[in-house]
């Protein structure tokens, strides 16, 4: 339970108030895939940074290879799990009613009915018209009975109304994964939050087949990182409660945002791959995000 406290307050720490605030600098290391011979060019306020280069509020333009504290982290899913994903918004001004007033009480109760915080990210590019949020939450459950054993528990009922008006934004969908699998959550890495509900056709089926022949090779050879599909999960049953759903989500890994406009902007991705998509996904969402560590 340590570990959630710990995830959700970084998370409200890093709300994107903050992430606002991070300099041209920092943004500048993030986007040039924390390469270690980056020379940078921008007025740096990192502490880091502060303390490499013996000046603070500096103009930088020394390697950036002492700046760059590179952080990753191992997390397993687990195919006898559900996961509840959520996208949400932490009302402005209600910080501390979420985390220092709900979260510290209602910690215990999440232990007791074995809910474990996966992963708090936050968003960095929304492409997404029915998830504007800025955060996104993954959390492991035993099953989804845990869930309404949780909801039902009257001593919780009266913690959970420390939450009311803390989110301006709230949607989460219930899922599993098919296998076993071990996930390295990086801090020079970019992840898509990929959702997608297919049209129900025999064509669709064929289009989307064809979509993944025909956008492998380009995929390669574009020029930029490849993005490697992480874990992928199918809808778990919620008893009609989720207010988010699709027929398949997946975590996508990036080197960088830059790389996947890049393919996008690929010439045979656009004239060849993503026609095919297009016939084949009837509605899908893609949030890009950073994982958020301790």
Same mark, same amino acid.
């Not at 936050?122 to 800025?134: K, P, Y």
């Not at 001593?155 to 994964?177: N, P, V």
């Not at 090779?217 to 699709?246: C, D, M």
């Given at each position: 339970m340590k570990t959630i406290r710990l995830l959700l307050m970084c998370a409200a720490i890093s709300s994107f108030s903050l992430l606002q605030s991070c300099s041209a600098q920092t943004e500048e290391i993030v986007e040039n895939k924390m390469e270690k011979e980056h020379i940078c060019s921008a007025k740096c306020t990192s502490e880091k940074c502060d303390i490499a280069h013996k000046e603070k509020g500096h103009q930088c333009t020394a390697s950036c290879s002492d700046v760059v504290d590179l952080k990753s982290v191992d997390v397993q899913f687990n195919k006898n799990k559900v996961y509840e994903i959520v996208y949400f918004t932490i009302t402005k001004g209600k910080e501390k009613q979420v985390f220092e007033d709900y979260m510290p009480k209602a910690a215990p109760f999440f232990e007791k009915y074995g809910v474990k915080s996966v992963g708090m990210f936050s968003v960095v590019e929304n492409r997404s018209e029915t998830l504007q949020s800025t955060m996104v939450g993954i959390f492991e459950w035993p099953n989804y009975e845990s869930k309404e054993n949780l909801e039902s528990d009257k001593e919780f009922q009266k913690i959970a109304k420390l939450r009311d008006g803390g989110f301006s934004f709230f949607k989460g969908g219930w899922f599993a994964t098919a296998e076993d699998k071990k996930i390295t959550f990086k801090s020079d890495k970019v992840y898509e939050m990929v959702g997608a509900s297919f049209y129900p056709t025999e064509e669709a089926? /064929?289009?989307? &087949?064809?979509?993944? =022949?025909?956008? &492998?090779?380009?995929?390669?050879?574009?020029?930029?990182?490849?993005?490697?599909? #992480?874990?992928?999960?199918?809808?778990?049953?919620?008893?009609? *409660?989720? *207010?988010?759903?699709? &027929?398949?989500?997946?975590?996508?890994?990036?080197?960088?945002?830059?790389?996947?406009? =890049? #393919?996008?902007?690929?010439?045979?991705? =656009? *004239?060849?791959?993503?026609?095919?998509? /297009?016939?084949?996904? &009837?509605?899908?969402?893609?949030?890009? *995000?950073?994982?958020?560590?301790?």
């Amino acid at each position: 339970m340590k570990t959630i406290r710990l995830l959700l307050m970084c998370a409200a720490i890093s709300s994107f108030s903050l992430l606002q605030s991070c300099s041209a600098q920092t943004e500048e290391i993030v986007e040039n895939k924390m390469e270690k011979e980056h020379i940078c060019s921008a007025k740096c306020t990192s502490e880091k940074c502060d303390i490499a280069h013996k000046e603070k509020g500096h103009q930088c333009t020394a390697s950036c290879s002492d700046v760059v504290d590179l952080k990753s982290v191992d997390v397993q899913f687990n195919k006898n799990k559900v996961y509840e994903i959520v996208y949400f918004t932490i009302t402005k001004g209600k910080e501390k009613q979420v985390f220092e007033d709900y979260m510290p009480k209602a910690a215990p109760f999440f232990e007791k009915y074995g809910v474990k915080s996966v992963g708090m990210f936050s968003v960095v590019e929304n492409r997404s018209e029915t998830l504007q949020s800025t955060m996104v939450g993954i959390f492991e459950w035993p099953n989804y009975e845990s869930k309404e054993n949780l909801e039902s528990d009257k001593e919780f009922q009266k913690i959970a109304k420390l939450r009311d008006g803390g989110f301006s934004f709230f949607k989460g969908g219930w899922f599993a994964t098919a296998e076993d699998k071990k996930i390295t959550f990086k801090s020079d890495k970019v992840y898509e939050m990929v959702g997608a509900s297919f049209y129900p056709t025999e064509e669709a089926k /064929k289009s989307l &087949e064809e979509y993944f =022949k025909i956008s &492998e090779p380009i995929k390669r050879s574009y020029g930029g990182s490849y993005p490697e599909f #992480l874990v992928q999960f199918a809808p778990s049953n919620s008893n009609g *409660t989720a *207010t988010y759903s699709h &027929e398949m989500q997946i975590i996508v890994e990036w080197n960088s945002l830059e790389d996947n406009k =890049k #393919l996008f902007a690929n010439e045979a991705f =656009k *004239t060849e791959a993503i026609p095919l998509m /297009k016939k084949a996904i &009837e509605k899908s969402d893609f949030v890009f *995000t950073k994982f958020i560590f301790n």
